[in-house]
Nanobody, 127 residues
Framework: QLQLVESGGGLVQPGGSLRLSCAAS????????IGWFRQAPGKEREGVSC????????DYADSVKGRFTISRDNSKNTVHLQMKSLKPEDTAVYYC????????????????????WGQGTQVTASS
């Protein structure tokens, strides 16, 4: 059973940066695509970014392109989401999720394809 734990959230001023981490245990992440999703109060969950198991394919929501960067370190069973130039509208609970997928595939639009989810970490961008 794969377990995911997010960390790195917090309160930051607009324009600031945070680095989220998604640490896996129970199984290795080598065969899993990882996605980051977020949900703000009163809003639907949305896909933020994803990375394929090979690390060669990445995708980003238009709202975060150029500001967020996803990366993975399979040797440490960890995926990171570097977030820069944070805006108040980035405020949400951020979740990482994993799915077994072909090595070049990941999706930020099909949350239902992900089999494992973390408990989430709160990100708040506010002055």
């Amino acid at each position: 059973q794969l377990q995911l734990v997010e960390s790195g959230g917090g309160l930051v001023q607009p324009g600031g940066s945070l680095r989220l981490s998604c640490a896996a245990s129970g199984l290795t992440l080598d065969d899993y695509a990882i996605g980051w999703f977020r949900q703000a109060p009163g809003k639907e969950r949305e896909g933020v970014s994803c990375i394929s198991s090979s690390g060669d394919s990445r995708d980003y929501a238009d709202s975060v392109k150029g500001r967020f960067t996803i990366s993975r370190d399979n040797s440490k069973n960890t995926v990171h989401l570097q977030m820069k130039s944070l805006k108040p509208e980035d405020t949400a609970v951020y979740y990482c999720a994993a799915q077994r997928a072909a090595e070049y595939y990941c999706s930020i639009y099909r949350g239902d394809e992900y089999d494992y989810w973390g408990q989430g970490t709160q990100v708040t961008a506010s002055s």
